[in-house]
């Protein structure tokens, strides 16, 4: 059986993009990252990594793969996100009445806060 250990993103700035997700997560490096590669795991137990490696392509404005972050406060917690540097994205698939956001962190990387007190 396998399972899911660590999702990895590409990043131009690899060290920005850790302070990014670091804060935005409560992650931490599982030991110390350099310019190109860095694994983050949660501060409190186990959990999905995520890892960064340093990539010169393109961000892909409709991603294959991207994060879903579950919170019960979404409002809240998309400004705390863009307070550490993340964007609204002008995602223009939305459906009616989303129960989600599209958010880019400092890479431009997509992903989507969701509201799991949602009702539909």
């Not at 997560?25 to 599982?30: F, K, S, V």
Request: glycine fraction near 10%.
């Amino acid at each position: 059986m396998v399972h899911i250990g660590t999702v990895v993103m590409g990043a131009s700035d690899v060290r920005r993009a850790a302070a990014f997700w670091k804060a935005a997560l409560q992650y931490t490096e599982r030991e110390p990252g350099t310019d190109d590669w860095v694994v983050l795991v949660p501060v409190d137990g186990p959990g999905v990594g995520l890892s960064l490696g340093c990539s010169a392509s393109p961000v892909q404005e409709i991603p294959r793969i991207h994060l879903d972050l579950y919170s019960d406060t979404q409002e809240a917690e998309v400004e705390r996100l863009i307070g550490l540097g993340a964007e609204r994205v002008a995602w223009e698939l939305y459906p009616p009445d989303p129960d989600f956001v599209v958010l880019a962190d400092t890479e431009g990387n997509r992903f989507c806060v969701i509201d799991t007190t949602y009702g539909g």
